[in-house]
């Protein structure tokens, strides 16, 4: 791939979920391209030279998504680039799941970005401009087996994405939303360490492979560069064409479904 050196020179970016995957590719190509970056996640972030500062906090607090843009500001003047990527989920048929994984889901998805566009676009809008990039998923159009709160929290961060560029525009603000298909990170390791899940999802992706995490974070700075000035309340599929193939039937690799409708009574169980 190739890196523009001086893209995100004198810029200052902030991004969730830093210490892996696709949020450490954006920091790390971020930092390649001039940006001075501070990087927030639940196990700190590892450390990247001395334009990068690690934050050990948690999303769905507003405490966390404050801390991150003060110490932007703090220490490198501002906050240019946001970049809201922390995410994960944990699944279940709508009929099994667990309130409190419904809220794990959904709080880490969807609050942990409307937390970190809240604090985020107040600083950009003291300053009069910025950009903010959030991470949905092709499951904010595609469903999936076991998946309600993922897909619910995904299709939120997609419309949160659309509602912050209508909000922010008049403050020279600009807001998108990266939608990833399969990618290879530590969150999804499950699916590659089975190989008929992963042939299964290789199967429904016309370029027969899985995204690695740079190729996320390129497009993802495409978003927040002044290339992209124009781009404003998009949403970009990142997926290998794979919204246009549907979804695998996951329900060999997730199990049946634990309630049994025949064996209840009937009466709210």
């Known amino acids: 791939m190739i890196t523009l050196k001086d893209r995100f020179a004198g810029k200052v970016a ?13 920091s790390q190509r971020l930092l390649a391209e001039g ?17 990068f500062v690690a934050l050990e906090g948690d999303v769905t607090t507003e405490a966390a998504a404050e801390t991150l843009v003060a110490t932007a500001v703090d220490r490198f003047g501002g906050v240019h680039a946001a970049f809201n990527v922390a995410g994960g989920s944990r699944p279940g048929y709508i009929v099994d799941l667990a309130e409190a994984d419904w809220d794990f889901t959904v709080d880490l998805c969807l609050k942990g970005v409307f937390l970190g566009m809240k604090h985020q676009a107040r600083q ?6 910025g950009a903010i990039v959030n ?4 499951n904010a159009h595609v469903p999936m087996h076991a998946g309600s709160a993922y897909v619910a929290a995904k299709s939120g961060v997609e419309m949160l994405s659309k509602n912050g560029a209508l909000e922010f525009s008049e403050f020279g603000i600009r807001v998108n939303a990266i939608l990833p298909g399969l990618v290879q990170t530590p969150l999804t390791r499950r699916h590659f360490d089975n190989p008929d899940a992963l042939a299964a999802f290789v199967a429904r992706i016309p370029q027969g492979r899985p995204a ?4 996320i974070a390129a497009p993802a700075l495409y978003l927040a560069s002044d ?6 309340g998009a949403s970009l599929l990142v997926d290998g064409a794979w919204a246009v ?6 329900r060999p690799f997730r ?3 634990g309630w049994n409708a025949r064996g209840s009574s009937g009466a709210g169980a």
């Open 14 to 26: 902030v991004v969730t979920g830093a210490a892996s995957g696709i949020g450490l590719a954006i």
């Open 35 to 51: 940006a001075r970056v501070v990087g927030l996640d639940l196990k700190g972030a590892p450390a990247l030279g001395p334009d």
């Open 124 to 129: 950009m809008m003291r300053q009069g401009n």
């Open 135 to 138: 991470i949905a998923s092709l």
């Open 212 to 215: 690695q995490p740079e190729e």
């Open 227 to 232: 290339d992209a000035t124009y781009v404003n």
């Open 245 to 250: 193939s549907g979804y695998p039937d996951m």
């Open 255 to 257: 199990g049946p479904i």
